[in-house]
């Protein structure tokens, strides 16, 4: 076998026969290649942006604009890693925006969670390398992680990580000085 053949055979995190692109709430975790920290820093309790973060809320910001059938909930931008929540709604005419339901590699669905973060990724990526003259240099990992919200009590546990993460960064499994 290949290094190609294993490429093609590496396995989905998502869940299997799920529709990411149905109404509802996700929440998502991007960590930064290598697990950097170049999105700023934690002094005193308060995450201070770095350019390079700056540009992670910019791009963030700009996704329900570029994209109406979203919205956002809450997120919150780490030295080396970001967590977000996004909500599927739907369109202006009362129905959600269908696409194919089952995303294959190399064949993306408009609007889906997995589309949105690839694109929202790629314009980060594209952003920071033009600042720092670093064409192609990855910015993020591979993947991400997502979790689909079920309830409002689910919505509310996540929210109040995102609003605490920032405190908790010195237990914090990703920060690299734990």
């Keep these: 076998m290949n290094k190609y053949s294993i490429a093609r055979q590496r396995r989905s995190i998502r869940l299997r026969k799920y529709d990411y692109s149905q109404e509802g709430g996700y929440y998502?975790?991007?960590?930064?290649?290598?697990?950097?920290c170049v999105f700023g820093e934690i002094v005193g309790g308060k995450m201070i942006l770095s350019d390079v973060?700056?540009?992670?809320?910019?791009?963030?910001?700009?996704?329900p604009i570029i994209r109406p059938d979203i919205?956002?909930?809450?997120?919150?931008?780490?030295?080396n890693?970001?967590?977000g929540v996004i909500i599927l709604i739907n369109n202006s005419r009362g129905t959600l925006q269908r696409a194919p339901?089952?995303?294959?590699f190399g064949k993306p669905t408009s609007n889906s969670i997995p589309t949105i973060v690839r694109l929202f990724k790629s314009a980060v990526t594209k952003r920071?390398?033009?600042?720092?003259?670093t064409p192609r240099i990855p910015v993020w990992q591979r993947n991400y992680w997502e979790h689909v919200i079920r309830n409002e009590d689910d919505l509310r546990r996540i929210n109040e990580?995102?609003?605490?993460?920032?405190?908790?960064?010195?237990?914090d499994e990703e920060?690299?000085?734990?």
């Design 81 to 83: 890693h970001f967590h």
């Design 161 to 171: 990580y995102i609003i605490n993460n920032v405190v908790q960064w010195e237990y």
């Design 175 to 178: 920060n690299p000085d734990k």
């Design 53 to 63: 973060g700056n540009i992670v809320k910019d791009e963030w910001l700009k996704t």
């Design 128 to 133: 920071v390398n033009q600042l720092r003259n």
């Design 71 to 79: 919205e956002l909930g809450e997120f919150v931008i780490m030295p």
């Design 101 to 104: 339901t089952n995303e294959q």
């Design 28 to 36: 998502i975790t991007i960590c930064t290649f290598n697990k950097q």
